[in-house]
């Protein structure tokens, strides 16, 4: 019913979070101070808060329900039981989607174990990787491997990809229409995979995962939600080659992912 009290624009306020708590879509807009992670006061806030009318008083009868997982700019699509990367790579085949195919050498689909309980995804090739048709192999995949050996493990067993197969022309970010012609067979990937965890390295890996724009010297060293999987958030090697000063935010985010894997 219309409250006479409110101005127009919060009345039309209260009617959208009305139809938000019908859907069950309740966190979007509010969430239990006792709901807060322990941690959460020590990350800068990144969203901003709606204006709500002193006035207006918005109560929920219904249960608030768990955490969204999946990003409200990305659409899921329907899981493909049983797909295997064999299958997957077969499908990408010599690829001619996008004008990236126009200036490769060779496609870099991914490599490593189809059982790997962690995958690293990173921006996409370079020059080392299009000559050889293999995911970071460069100095920044050298650098990766160390922090692998650091975690305890061998190269083989972990799964390594990019948001994109083919290297864009000197090694520039992809492109929106590139990387949304190419996402979708990184996502089959992560399907197939279904590890433990999923290391974002970088801002394009995680902001393709996540559908949003988002910082990653913001939210480094957090673990977020992806369709049923747990994302990581570190920076990518080639920015710690740049970067020295970073090293030891990168030791800190490999000790989480230890402590994640256990």
Not at 45 to 66: D, E, G, H
Not at 70 to 93: M, T, V, W, Y
Not at 154 to 182: F, L, M, Q
Not at 236 to 253: F, I
Request: charged share 25%.
């Amino acid at each position: 019913m219309k409250d006479e009290r409110l101005p127009p624009a919060a009345e039309r306020l209260r009617a959208w979070l009305e139809f938000y708590d019908e859907l069950g879509l309740t966190p979007l807009y509010r969430r239990r101070r006792s709901d807060a992670p322990a941690s959460e006061a020590s990350v800068p806030q990144r969203a901003a808060t709606l204006p709500v009318p002193a006035a207006a008083t918005f109560v929920s009868a219904a249960p608030t329900p768990p955490p969204l997982t999946l990003s409200l700019f990305e659409e899921a699509p329907p899981r493909r039981e049983h797909e295997s990367l064999e299958q997957i790579r077969a499908e990408l085949g010599e690829c001619t989607r996008c004008k990236l195919s126009q200036h490769r050498r060779t496609i870099v689909f991914g490599e490593g174990s189809s059982h790997a309980q962690l995958v690293f995804v990173g921006e996409g090739p370079g020059a080392e990787e299009d000559a050889q048709g293999r995911p970071f192999v460069g100095r920044a995949g050298q650098l990766l491997t160390h922090w692998i050996e650091s975690l305890g493990l061998k190269r083989s067993e972990v799964y390594i990809c990019n948001v994109i197969k083919c290297r864009p022309p000197g090694n520039r970010t992809p492109e929106r229409d590139e990387i949304e012609t190419c996402s979708p067979f990184l996502f089959r990937q992560l399907e197939s995979l279904r590890p433990k965890l999923i290391c974002c390295l970088g801002s394009v890996a995680l902001q393709t995962l996540l559908g949003k724009s988002v910082s990653i010297t913001r939210v480094r060293g957090q673990f977020f939600d992806w369709r049923g999987l747990k994302l990581f958030a570190t920076f990518h090697p080639a920015y710690l080659l740049r970067n020295p000063g970073v090293q030891r935010e990168v030791q800190e985010d490999l000790r989480r992912i230890c402590q994640f894997l256990g």
